[in-house]
């Protein structure tokens, strides 16, 4: 049987946030897939949230399940390469009777598959990344873009620096040290905006991929 809707907590499950849920008691299993990147570039990060994610689903099937609903799952490696993240998707968006949704864990990969979503009907949580205009639900219906976006980020970190120069940053410079990656210019529309209505100058640094060397950027 086919819980989209109904069992959208087990997405959620996956991605380590503790949701209640009301599967229906005639499915005895839910499949949702794990897109992870253990290789690659960025491993050192993949690595951990992978098995945490992994260790979350064990525990929460070794309790019962949701609602006596046990979680089927399977990994599916993308390396943080977009390419492989939407044939992960393709390949496991209909996998035991369909997924129950996809938490994509790269905000590139969140770009390619949100047109496939709609079509699809399929579930894309973002937990903290992704299409930071998901948020708005009337356009984007099948992204979930949960715990805030870099949108958010952004203009709390400009909010707050509000505060510390009393209320007004006309004719001072803010620079963003930016991976140059989908996830890292995420931040830039909304900066230009607030740049515009508070009056300050921003200015964009790119640090190329890897990102791990910054010094001269710095």
């Not at 839910?30 to 690659?40: I, K």
């Not at 994610?53 to 943080?80: R, S």
């Not at 009337?138 to 510390?164: C, H, M």
Request: hydrophobic share 40%; proline share 5%.
């Amino acid at each position: 049987m086919k819980l989209k809707h109904l069992t959208l907590v087990a997405a959620l499950a996956a991605s380590g946030l503790g949701f209640s849920a009301s599967a229906s008691a005639q499915a005895q299993e839910q499949f949702v897939p794990l897109l992870s990147y253990r290789t690659g570039q960025f491993a050192p990060l993949g690595i951990p949230w992978a098995d945490g994610k992994l260790d979350y689903l064990k525990l929460v099937n070794a309790k019962g399940g949701i609602n006596g609903v046990k979680i089927a799952y399977e990994e599916c490696e993308t390396a943080y390469d977009t390419s492989r993240g939407v044939e992960c998707y393709e390949r496991l968006k209909g996998k035991g009777g369909g997924a129950a949704g996809f938490d994509t864990q790269s905000t590139g990969i969140t770009f390619a598959v949100t047109e496939k979503a709609i079509v699809d009907k399929m579930p894309v949580i973002t937990p903290g990344y992704g299409l930071s205009q998901s948020a708005d639900g009337r356009v984007f219906e099948w992204n979930f873009p949960l715990l805030g976006t870099y949108w958010t980020a952004a203009d709390s970190i400009v909010q707050d620096i509000l505060k510390k120069e009393k209320g007004s940053l006309k004719g001072k410079k803010i620079a963003l040290v930016y991976h140059d990656s989908p996830y890292g210019k995420e931040p830039i529309p909304l900066l230009q905006k607030r740049a515009e209505k508070e009056g300050f100058s921003l200015s964009l640094l790119p640090v190329t991929a890897p990102g791990v060397e910054q010094k001269a950027t710095w």
